[in-house]
């Protein structure tokens, strides 16, 4: 029997890591910069710092990178018009089962923790969480579990009493080493033979999780 829910937040809560990827693009246009695609995938689901140090890696300590950054994000807080991200399907309607269920959810973000309340505020998401975790909270970024343990633990279970849903290839990997039952619900891409091995399961949308958690009742006596 399952006790809690831990969430990631871009890509499953919000349908922001398809706009960021818009603006990286623009930025790269900009900045001449080859394959931002990939790199962008790379990055899904790591904290800042670790995302910097890719991008050095990858493209040169030469690389104008807080130019490309200030470029890149500031574009997105435009067209996010100041932190009002558009809300997954399903999202809400979820949030709302387990709430009115007394099931806790867990955020657990590796976006900065002041970030990541605004968002859910802006949203008006923020109450539906016992807890939230941000990337500046645990050491280790994702792929290692640290994110997903401190939260079990902010809800109060083992982490194998807890369902993590992730879009990321980064945070199915984290999510499995944890312990949790994992759920993918691929954002910009579709998991290959590695992450499709590591989720228990593997859903289109939220509607489709919350209609996996009625009909498995995993949090039934």
């Known amino acids: 029997m399952k006790k809690a829910v831990i969430f990631d937040m871009d890509g499953v809560i919000f349908d922001s890591e398809r706009l960021y990827m818009e603006c990286c693009r623009e930025a790269a246009e900009i900045f001449g910069v080859e394959d931002i695609d990939s790199t962008v995938y790379a990055c899904i689901g790591l904290t800042t710092e670790k995302t910097h140090e890719l991008y050095r890696n990858k493209y040169g300590e030469d690389f104008p990178l807080d130019d490309f950054w200030r470029e890149a994000t500031g574009r997105f807080a435009k067209k996010a018009k100041g932190g009002l991200l558009p809300v997954k399907k399903g999202a809400r309607e979820l949030l709302e089962m387990l709430y009115r269920e007394g099931i806790p959810a867990v955020l657990a973000s590796s976006t900065k923790t002041e970030t990541v309340i605004r968002e859910l505020i802006a ?14 909270m645990v050491t ?10 401190l939260a079990a633990k902010r809800a109060g279970f083992a982490p194998e009493e807890c369902i993590i849903i992730e879009d990321s290839f980064n945070g199915i990997r984290a999510a499995r080493a944890a312990g949790g039952y994992v759920i993918m619900v691929p954002d910009l ?30 949090f039934s006596e």
């Open 123 to 136: 949203a008006d998401l923020f109450g539906y969480f016992k807890s939230i975790i941000g990337g500046d």
């Open 140 to 149: 280790k970024s994702k792929p290692e579990p640290d994110i997903f343990l």
């Open 189 to 218: 891409k579709q998991p290959d033979e590695e992450i499709s091995s590591l989720a228990d399961d593997i859903k289109q949308s939220l509607d489709d999780v919350r209609e996996l958690f009625l009909t498995k009742k995993f």
